[in-house]
């Protein structure tokens, strides 16, 4: 599960695909047309009518533990979804794939696809990725893939417009997750795909833009995603047997869920976060999974297989100005995967014992710190630092709240 990959030439990479966004079409049997693009970037029309042309660029805040030093992915069927179109028609192929190194698009963007495509609103594109391959301590290994579907559909609120001879752009902003299951001399390396898709101003990109173009667009990319995407841990219970947690979504973005950790510890600065590798916190720390049900799912199989089953069922989509409570109900095991790596010792909640939750959604992390009672209906203080999860990252905030845990 964890062969070493010797990689030459330009790197062929990465992973494959978890569903990801709330992603609703109409029924209309609009169909689409089709234009193509060629493996030089070249354009070629396909389709009559009023055209223009539609680049799309990649950028990416990635989630990676430390010591992971690139993360390249290979794309391709690369395809953009017409407006009011139903879910199996209205897609333009644009022909494209390639490979990227999603450590060298942090703050940046990279063309993966330009197509001259008939005029028209076009709400989502589709992709497939077909491996990963991680750099860690110098080393190339493949990760494998923890997806729900073998393509990764991205949807662009508001829709993008092509115009009659100009140029629009469409952003694919990759917020994955890679986890280090195994310990640092015996790496074993999970890839959860996320995205989230934007429109770039028609005045902001290149009149020419080419394949393999890499651009910051003057730090509009990047001020974009941060502007849109917040969410806040609103309340927290935390029984022996149970756990409840509120979260708000209080930006302009959806924000889809993967992964919590409840980690035994005295302050938010101690608890698990997403840069760091499962081993060297799983003696202290359980984690789970959240499903589109609300429910949490505790990562607690013993074998390698049976965590990326469980990885799989990751994904609960929040829309802007939503909330949910994520709720489990059950025992509660602090160092429950690190049965997976040998240690055997595990322990329950003490009633209080002070923990911290921590939430990974979209590329940022929240972490709320609670202490165990005998009921989830009591009122607690709840101090919350909300982070980007980014390795370009270099700021949080902290907000202190009196709530009543529900």
């Known amino acids: 599960m964890n062969g070493k990959v010797i990689l030459s030439g330009v790197l062929v990479a990465i992973l ?26 070249q354009s070629t ?25 690139s993360v390249y992915i290979n794309y391709s069927d690369v395809q953009v979804h017409i407006k009011n179109a139903g879910n199996q028609t209205g897609w333009t192929d644009l022909q494209s794939s390639g490979d990227i190194n ?5 703050n940046s963007t990279q063309t993966i696809a330009l197509a001259n495509i008939s005029s028209g609103i076009f709400n989502a594109l589709r992709f497939n990725i077909t491996f990963a391959v991680v750099t860690f301590q110098g080393q190339n290994y493949s990760a494998d893939l923890v997806y729900q579907a073998h393509t990764l559909f991205v949807s662009i609120p508001g829709g993008i417009a092509i115009s009659e001879g100009q140029t629009s752009g469409a952003v694919i902003d990759m917020t994955p ?24 101003a028609s005045n902001s990109i290149s009149t020419h ?19 849109v995407t917040h969410f806040q841990i609103t309340a927290v219970g935390l029984t022996p047997s149970s756990i409840r947690i509120t979260v708000q979504n209080t930006g302009a973005a959806t924000v889809n869920f993967k992964l919590a950790a409840l980690t035994s510890t005295t302050s938010i600065s101690g608890g698990w976060v997403p840069s760091s590798s499962f081993g060297s916190m799983s003696k202290i720390s359980e984690f789970f999974v959240p499903v589109p049900n ?11 297989v049976g965590m990326t089953q469980t990885l799989a069922l990751a994904g609960y989509t929040l829309g802007p100005n939503s909330s949910v409570t994520f709720t489990y109900n059950g025992q509660i095991t602090i160092g429950a995967l ?29 972490q709320s710190a609670i202490t165990a009672t005998s009921t989830t209906s009591t009122v607690a203080s709840i101090t919350t630092t909300i982070t980007s999860s980014t390795s370009s990252s270099s700021t949080a905030s902290s907000i202190t709240t009196t709530t009543t845990s529900k």
Do not use: C, E
């Open 102 to 106: 999603l450590l060298g698009v942090i």
């Open 177 to 200: 997750t890679v986890l280090l299951l195994g310990n640092t001399t015996n790496p074993t390396f999970a890839f959860m795909p996320d995205a989230k898709g934007y429109t770039l």
């Open 294 to 304: 609300g429910s949490l799912v505790p990562l607690t199989s013993t074998t390698y």
């Open 209 to 227: 833009p080419h394949k393999g173009d890499r651009d910051d667009y003057q730090g509009k990319i990047s001020d974009q995603i941060r502007d």
């Open 45 to 69: 029309q396909l389709s009559n009518g009023q055209s223009g042309t539609l680049a799309v660029v990649m950028t990416d805040p990635p989630t990676i533990p430390q010591g992971v030093t």
């Open 16 to 41: 494959a695909i978890a569903l990801v966004g709330a992603f609703v079409f109409t029924k209309s049997g609009q169909s689409g047309t089709t234009s193509g693009v060629g493996s030089t970037g």
């Open 338 to 366: 690190a049965q997976l790596q040998g240690h055997t010792p595990t322990q329950s909640i003490n009633l209080g014992q002070r923990y911290v939750m921590t939430i990974v959604g979209s590329g940022f992390y929240a």
